[in-house]
């Protein structure tokens, strides 16, 4: 019961946004206090078990193990082993939590099967080909789901009717196929109908009514043009809103997901013939972990510390190219000296090293009130703040690797204070670049173990 339940909530959110320029918190609090949200689902899930029984998968030969216990023996490994130990064994311990992509779509059939009896539109069973490909269920979870308003307008606005497909010479069963094919670098996902196709013109004519576009842009647009209207948020060409469609935010809200992924649509359409969704998903079949490069992580790595520092503290440096790093065999440490240890895809260290008048601009430039200071208490205030900014910038670094976030550890800060004191690093490749600042001067370091 709970599909038809959300229809009506999903009507109810949209009239609710049109009414306010501004919506308080407090006041959809109490709008959604209104719906009893909960009490749907557990009325279905006691459907549920009452058909399937409690326990409705049961197999002697598969043994479950929880999600998590499977994250934490990857963090483990990545916490324990080098690049190159984990070049094998990790990526294996990440396929045991894909699954085939076909999977994510197997309840479609039973519901397309319901929705043409209810829309009296007889059709064929929805078969779905392909999808052996094994797939992150997290990363695709969501755009599958999304699918389910693709289904849903081929069935309420594609097919035609029984008297239409008659007259049509169609037959009477209507069809609707889902097909799943990949290479190794792209998902190719095909949702199709043979029913009266997209009218242009009545596009067209919606998008205008809506102030989408004006009629004298309209007279020069292409095929595929108009048909990305389809997907433009709150766009529909029905006049009224059912439980169903009319409210523009089906279509939209695939494309959202899609996006997210870095994906693509193409619709292909027919006049009397049919349409055709056309969706491609970014596929990387990882049998290793990837390899970065020390040049391009340490660009990046400086790249991102000079943006952090102009935009946190003002401050610009007159040194710093990207070509800057210089291979040597030891590193002369300014006062202030903090180190974070990266293991997974990453191994090796990056240093953060300030002079002692840079240590205490830092430290100026974060205090949010006067601190009495003392000679101990200062140094400890800006080892903590320096540790901060150093794991600020690398939290910030990673995400510029999207895929690779959960590949990489990052271990606490260590704090070193010296007047004056070196680190030499003979097994390792260790690159220094140095920067200056007006308040004083900063030196970045990444020391890669050679084995990894």
């Known amino acids: 019961q709970t599909v038809a339940q959300l229809h009506q909530l999903e009507t109810a959110i949209t009239d609710f946004k049109r009414k306010f320029k501004s919506i308080k918190k407090s006041d959809f609090k109490h709008f959604i206090e209104l719906y009893p949200i909960r009490q749907w689902i557990e009325a279905d899930l006691e459907i549920l078990k009452s058909i399937l029984g409690p326990q409705f998968i049961e197999r002697d030969s598969i043994l479950s193990i929880e999600k998590s216990k499977l994250l934490a023996i990857e963090k483990s490994a990545l916490e324990l082993l080098s690049p190159l130990e984990g070049q094998i064994l990790i990526p294996q311990l990440k396929q045991l939590r ?5 999977e994510l779509l197997q ?20 078969v779905i080909s392909g999808g052996d490909v094994m797939v992150d269920t997290d990363k695709y979870s969501s755009f599958t789901k999304s699918l389910i308003h693709v289904v849903r307008n081929c069935l309420d606005h594609g097919i035609e009717g029984y008297d239409q497909r008659s007259k049509a010479g169609k037959p009477e069963l209507a069809s609707i196929s889902c ?3 990949n290479s190794r670098n792209e998902i190719h996902i095909v949702l199709a109908d043979d029913g009266q196709g997209i009218d242009l013109s009545t596009i067209k004519t919606s998008a205008i009514s809506k102030g989408l576009i ?10 595929e043009a108009v048909l990305e209207l389809l997907f433009v948020e709150e766009f529909s060409t029905k006049q009224s809103v059912n439980e169903l469609s009319g409210r523009g935010m089906g279509l939209y809200s695939v494309k959202k997901e899609l996006d997210h992924l870095g994906g693509r649509v193409k619709v292909l359409t027919q006049a009397g013939k049919g349409t055709e969704f056309h969706f491609y998903l970014p596929y990387n079949e990882r049998t290793s972990l990837p390899e970065i490069s020390g040049s391009a992580f340490m660009n990046m790595l400086l790249e991102t510390i000079k943006r952090f520092f102009y935009q946190n503290l003002g401050m610009s440096s007159s040194g710093g190219s990207e070509s800057c790093f210089i291979a040597k065999d030891e590193l002369w440490l300014n006062t202030y000296t903090v180190f974070i240890g990266l293991k997974g895809a990453l191994w090796g260290k990056v240093i953060l090293s300030a002079d002692e008048e840079l240590g205490k601009t830092i430290l100026n430039s974060f205090s949010m009130s006067a601190i009495d200071l003392n000679e101990t208490n200062e140094r400890e205030y800006i080892e903590d703040v320096l540790g901060e900014c150093l794991n600020t910038v690398l939290g910030n670094l990673l995400k510029r690797f999207h895929d690779l976030q959960e590949l990489i550890i990052i271990e606490p800060p260590t704090a070193l204070f010296s007047k004056s004191a070196c680190l030499k690093y003979s097994q390792a490749d260790l690159r220094i670049c140095d920067m200056d600042f007006d308040s004083g001067r900063l030196s970045i370091s990444y020391v890669r173990d050679r084995t990894g």
């Not at 894909?98 to 076909?102: H, K, L, N, Q, S």
């Not at 059939?109 to 829309?119: G, W």
């Not at 004006?214 to 095929?223: A, C, K």
């Open 214 to 223: 004006d009629s004298s842009y309209s007279e020069h647009m292409d095929e």
């Open 107 to 126: 309840s479609y059939p039973e519901y397309a099967a319901r929705l043409s009896e209810r829309l009296e539109k007889p059709s064929n069973p929805l």
């Open 98 to 102: 894909f699954r085939p992509i076909a």
């Open 179 to 181: 097909e799943i094919t």
